[in-house]
Every structure is written in C-alpha cells, then in structure tokens.
C-alpha cells in the first residue's frame, strides 16, 4: 500500500517508522471520517490480526478532534474479515457530558461495514483506589526466553513473547491441555505503549482453544472488549517496557468460547482487562 | 404510564402480567423502531435499573423479524441516566452472514441518544465442548433464606436473592471489605428464563464497591457486556428455578472499577458472563 501518512497525532514518543504506527496511521477523509489499510506486518492466517484491526478502529477516536479524555471501555465487533487494502473508519461521537464521551465508530470496505465498535472516554481523576487483582509472580521478562521468530503468520513476530507457562504446545496431539497462559509480551521492535498498542497487545494471545485442544481449528474472534484502568501518564510510564499478560478461559459452548486476559505493567499495576467471545469450528 | 402493550414475542411460556414482561413490552414504530417505557417496577435511585434498560434495547433485536439466531455477545453503552416515560429503540441489522448476524441498537429519549449497544447472534450447533468454570459450591437455593425485601429502590424487589456470601454490609462503616458476593437469585415473582431476563440478571449485582468500601458512593454502570453460553432450549430448561451468581471485582482506579460476573444453572451450566465498567465517585 501507497497511502499517504499521516504524522501521527498521538504522543511524540511515537514513531512513524514503526509498523504499528504505519498500521494504525490514518488520514482525515471529512467530518468524523477517515481512511486507512490494512498492514502486511500484521497479517494472520484469513484477514489481518484482529488487535491491530481494533487499534484502527480506536485510532479514529484517538486522532478525532472532539475527543475528551482517554479510552476507559472499548468494544469492537468483527463482522466480517477485512480484504487486504484500504478501509474507511466513521468515528460519532454519540453524546458527550461534562467529563464522559460516548462513541460510535464503524469501519468498512467498498462501502459495506466489516466492524462496528463502541467507545468511552473520560478525564479520569485520581481519589481512592483499591487492586484486587496483583500481578502473578513471574520470573522477570529479560530472564525467560523469547517464543522462537518466523511464525506461520507475520503479526506473531511483530510481537516479543516470553511464556512463563501455557505457551503453544510442542506436539499438537488433540489431547485435553490447560487453557491458562502467563507470559511477557511487548510490541517487536519495542515501542512505547499507548492506548493504541496495548488494545492490540491485549488481543495477541492466542486463541485458548489451540492450548486446551492441542489442536488448531478455525477460530474468528467476534467480540472483544478492552476496560483501561490506566491513564495517558501511567502508560507513558510503562515506556516500551514488557507487560505481564495472563489469558484463560472459561467455557466452550456451541461454537463459541469465552477468553478473558490481563495485562499488568512491570510494576504490577493492572493496566487492562479484557474479554472477548471467540468462534471455533469443531 | 398507558403504553397499549403488544402481546410478547418470546416463547409462549411469557407471562405479560410479569412486571419484566411489560418493563420489556416494545411497539412497533416503522422500519428498526419500537416504542417503549421505562417501569416504575424497576425504578433505581437515579433513572431505571440498567440490567432492565439493557434488556429493553435487546428486546428490539429479539423482536425484529430478520433476527437470525439467538444472542452470543451483547454490549450496551449507558450514556445518559433515562427519565421516567417513553423511549424509542433502534435496532439495526448491520450485517448478516449465513449463520451470523450482527447488530447496532441506540435507545433515545426525546431524539437524543441515552444508550447504544451492539449484539452478536447466531445459529448454534452442537460440538465439541468442555467447561472450565464449574460452579462453586453451593447449599441448596431453598435452604438459603431470602433477602429481606422493601429496598430502598424498586427494582431489589423484582428478584429473589439468596447469599452465600458477600452480602450488603449490615453495617456500613467504611471498613475495608471483600469485594466478591455468591448467590442465588431469580425473577421475583419467578419467571421462566429467557435472554431478556438473563441479561438483567447479570446486572443484578450491587456495585461491587458498595461491599468493598462498606459505604455507599455514587455509581453508574458505564459499559456492560454480556457472553452467552447457552441456547434457547437450554434457558427453557433452567425455567423459573434460581441461578447460582458470582460477582467479583478487579480494580478500582481513577473513577472506574470493573465488575465481573457468572451465572450458572442449578444443573451448573456457565450460563453467561458478564463483565461491567462502573463510575464511582469519591
């Protein structure tokens, strides 16, 4: 793809010539509207890796100039696979109060909608405050060994993995395994989180069922949902440092499964959680 | 309020003279349009119970005549606190696949937008499966004795709620608490299941901060997303017996706490989860 970029609007530890700020780059198409393509370096098995897909989406609330405050709740719903190519992204916002902003934001390609997502946005105030989820312990990130490099699909090596436990089986035997992952992770070459990376790094861990099944079948996630608990200045903080990242699941029902993860900065604060629904064909 | 009610759409086992039955009754006003009204049987102390709001804007998916399927994820937005009265529901197919359908819903009240949501339906089959989120134990629903009833809000009426654990603080002196409550609850008076219900059920659970700060502070549901594990034909089977309900918190930061929650039936099938960011004031 030839499309133009934009400098991107985001903080200025940002850089252009990362893939994820080439991925996530877009450019002002009128009121609330934007265009965007797809990213080779970030390319899955069918389509591209739905994190970034949901950064791009996210990306149009980011750069759009009514924002207020920060990301605190993204939902963002797969409706079909995106054609490797340009999109557009509408981003509404829907209704905004005194400190919250309600958005609504579709993407499509040819003019038919390929994802629809919710957004909320707030100017988030310290006060009192409580962590009922610590960090599990974990032997520190430059300690455990990265995954192995040249995965099946590009956006695997667009990321430094370094599994504690639950990592991709060995032998993919079909026999019943654990679905509960604990790993460092953090964008490859290293970049400084932000809102952006951490709702695609919140999505890159793979689909539970490849662990619980030792087995790849079809998989599509269909629904995610991201709630920050962190603002702008504690994940400047976090720099392009690892973040602890744990995913398990809870059931797999009828074609689909539930996926539930965490992402903890090295510090051990809880920066997100995040949930997602996930197709599986038998 | 005099709303001429349609008679439901759902199973013939749907009582219209059930409080939730007319709080979720909707007319029809054109293409994707219905007309309702919020129930005084369901009032909160600012604007009605949300788990019935939520159920109200799925009602408009679960009546429209292109609905495919039954719902797997649904995510509803609360922008702004409804006014007792009347309030329009659209619902839209966004884009329907050959076993898949996706969906966009906004509620509004005098034109202007007070929710939107998203929902995920589809046709379900049966397959592989496996459950990793067995119900915790529990003493039988009948042996628990049911909360006390007259709460200072309506809509702690409309169900049967019996704790195993975490229930309200009796004494509400700011001391640290745990965050976390199990118990069994149902309609009140009992309704035999559906997803209507099912999705105001799993906002049935106080704001977990109430019983993690022992001390009432100001609250609102920003953002409630719920996975459904179950079909149709399982829910009819649950019937009008109690769910068993596990909520939990992970961290209180910067005005936000998320809220995550299960419901099980007797039988212990997962039958949702439901995850929910909520505003807190100091």
């Known amino acids: 793809?030839?499309?133009?970029?934009?400098?991107?609007?985001?903080?200025?530890?940002?850089?252009?010539?990362?893939?994820?700020?080439?991925?996530?780059?877009?450019?002002?198409?009128?009121?609330n509207r934007w265009r965007g393509a797809t990213s080779a370096a970030?390319?899955?098995?069918?389509?591209?890796?739905?994190?970034?897909?949901?950064?791009?989406?996210?990306?149009?609330?980011?750069?759009?100039?009514?924002?207020?405050?920060?990301?605190?709740?993204?939902?963002?719903?797969?409706?079909?696979?995106?054609?490797?190519?340009?999109?557009?992204?509408?981003?509404?916002?829907?209704?905004?109060?005194r400190s919250t902003?309600?958005?609504?934001?579709?993407?499509?390609?040819?003019?038919e909608p390929v994802l629809s997502a919710t957004v909320f946005t707030a100017l988030r105030r310290a006060g009192w405050s409580a962590d009922d989820a610590p960090a599990p312990a974990a032997a520190a990130a430059h300690s455990v060994p990265r995954m192995g490099q040249r995965a099946r699909v590009a956006w695997v090596d667009r990321y430094d993995m370094r599994f504690i436990d639950g990592a991709l089986p060995t032998e993919w035997n079909g026999e019943p395994g654990a679905a509960r992952s604990l790993l460092w992770l953090r964008d490859a070459p290293p970049r400084p989180l932000d809102f952006a990376s951490l709702t695609a790094i919140a999505d890159a861990f793979f689909p539970r069922i490849f662990l619980r099944r030792r087995k790849i079948v079809p998989i599509g996630t269909v629904s995610m949902t991201t709630y920050f608990h962190a603002d702008a200045a504690q994940?400047?903080?976090?720099?392009?440092?690892?973040?602890?990242?744990?995913?398990?699941a809870t059931t797999f029902q009828r074609g689909y499964f539930e996926q539930n993860a965490r992402l903890w900065s090295e510090r051990g604060e809880l920066l997100c959680g995040s949930h997602q629904i996930v197709y599986y064909k038998e």
């Open 42 to 97: 970030y390319a899955n098995m069918v389509g591209p890796f739905g994190g970034v897909t949901a950064a791009q989406a996210l990306s149009g609330v980011l750069r759009h100039p009514s924002l207020l405050g920060t990301p605190v709740a993204l939902t963002v719903n797969f409706a079909a696979a995106l054609a490797p190519g340009e999109f557009e992204v509408v981003a509404r916002p829907l209704r905004t109060n």
């Open 1 to 31: 793809m030839s499309l133009p970029l934009e400098p991107p609007a985001a903080p200025g530890s940002a850089d252009p010539h990362h893939p994820f700020d080439q991925a996530i780059a877009l450019v002002s198409a009128g009121e």
């Open 101 to 111: 902003q309600h958005w609504v934001v579709e993407m499509l390609q040819g003019g």
């Open 235 to 248: 994940l400047a903080i976090v720099g392009d440092h690892h973040l602890l990242g744990e995913a398990s």
